[in-house]
């Protein structure tokens, strides 16, 4: 017996269980005489892929269940690959769950966005403009053309409001 009989006879048992022919205990059964009669014949165990297919059958019915509900109602489910990549798939990263809390707000270390160009220059012009005003009162105050502003003499007392 070589490898290649040995991987046409896990099809052709991989065929009759899904057919519903066997049940796991006939499962079992055939396959650790396979595994026996490879040993026998070859002198060492099976390579880890047939042994991988073999345990797999084993557990056919576990890996063959695409029940929604599997991880709640069995006590001790197993996922097929697919199911375990689309699981992962919908699930978050432990830093996410680090940094959000319960109601979904960030808590992480706060990140200053960068502006664009446009903003940039935007907050520039409504810089250049309010200066420009700031510019026009100061000179008005120190002119004293502001209104409510007063100027008092100090050697005579002497009050005078503009």
Do not use: C, W
Request: proline share 2%; no cysteine; aromatic share 6%.
């Amino acid at each position: 017996m070589d490898k290649a009989l040995l991987h046409e006879m896990i099809t052709e048992l991989q065929q009759r269980t899904k057919a519903g022919e066997l049940d796991r205990i006939q499962r079992i059964e055939e396959i650790t005489a396979l595994a026996d009669a490879y040993f026998d014949a070859v002198g060492e165990h099976p390579d880890t892929i047939a042994l991988e297919r073999m345990a797999n059958l084993v557990i056919y019915e576990e890996l063959s269940d695409t029940n929604k509900n599997k991880m709640k109602k069995d006590e001790y489910p197993i996922m097929s690959e697919r199911m375990e990549k689309t699981r992962r798939s919908g699930e978050t990263s432990e830093k996410m769950a680090e940094e959000y809390d319960k109601f979904g707000k960030y808590q992480g270390k706060p990140v200053r966005r960068r502006l664009s160009t446009y903003e940039g220059i935007q907050i520039d012009r409504r810089a250049k403009a309010r200066n420009k005003e700031r510019r026009v009162k100061y000179s008005d105050f120190v002119k004293g053309k502001t209104p409510g502003q007063f100027t008092v003499n100090i050697a005579t007392g002497e009050k005078i409001i503009h």
